[in-house]
């Protein structure tokens, strides 16, 4: 049995429902795209692969459900609770893991478990690969895991935590030494 498939029909149900076509693409490119920078994670850190990718596919399913962005991330605990009891394919203490780390997520600040830093990491890769700019306000974070790829961010200073607008060919293979 594929759990991630599992998991993904579940999800595309939700996504499918969505009305708004821009929403609905956003949430595919989305949560598929984390996942799949979860299972990159999984590989690098020695984590569970199947289960990084299954917290990629629903970090975010809150958001997606119900448009609605404050506090998702805690509210998307419970959300994700009930699709992984549903399904019936899942021990407690996998619950307790994949619900942990979806309700971290957001807190990109502190540091939690390696699950939980996993998602946060795919989740600032994502968000920065997605049009090629650098997500500012998580550079120290994404210069962290680009570092671990031999890739050496370019930012001497960050002035304005607004601007967007900085692209990521600051990126360059790190020289060697
Ligand atoms: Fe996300």
């Known amino acids: 049995m594929n759990r ?18 821009k ?8 949560l598929y ?25 629903l970090h975010d399913i809150f958001t997606y459900k119900y448009q609605y962005v404050k506090n998702h991330a805690v509210l998307g605990m419970d959300e994700a609770e ?14 307790k893991l994949l619900i942990t780390a979806i309700g971290n997520h957001s807190d990109k600040k502190n540091k939690h478990d390696k ?7 795919a989740d600032v890769l994502h968000n920065s690969f997605y049009s090629n700019t650098l997500e500012i306000k998580h550079h120290k974070r994404l210069k962290k895991i680009l570092s671990k790829f031999e890739l050496e961010l370019k930012i001497k200073a960050v ?14 293979k790190r020289p060697n030494k």
């Open 33 to 57: 795209g984390v996942a799949q920078n979860c299972t990159l994670l999984a590989l690098k850190r020695g984590l569970d692969v199947e289960l990084c990718a299954i917290i990629g596919m």
């Open 159 to 172: 002035k304005n935590s607004n601007d967007s607008n900085i692209k990521l060919d600051k990126v360059a």
């Open 4 to 21: 991630l498939e599992l998991i993904r029909a579940e999800v595309d149900e939700i996504l499918l429902s969505q009305p708004n076509v």
């Open 82 to 95: 009930q699709i992984l009891v549903k399904l019936d394919v899942f021990s407690k203490k996998e619950i």
């Open 23 to 30: 929403e609905r693409r956003d949430g595919y490119v989305h």
């Open 115 to 121: 699950y939980s830093e996993m998602i946060k990491d």
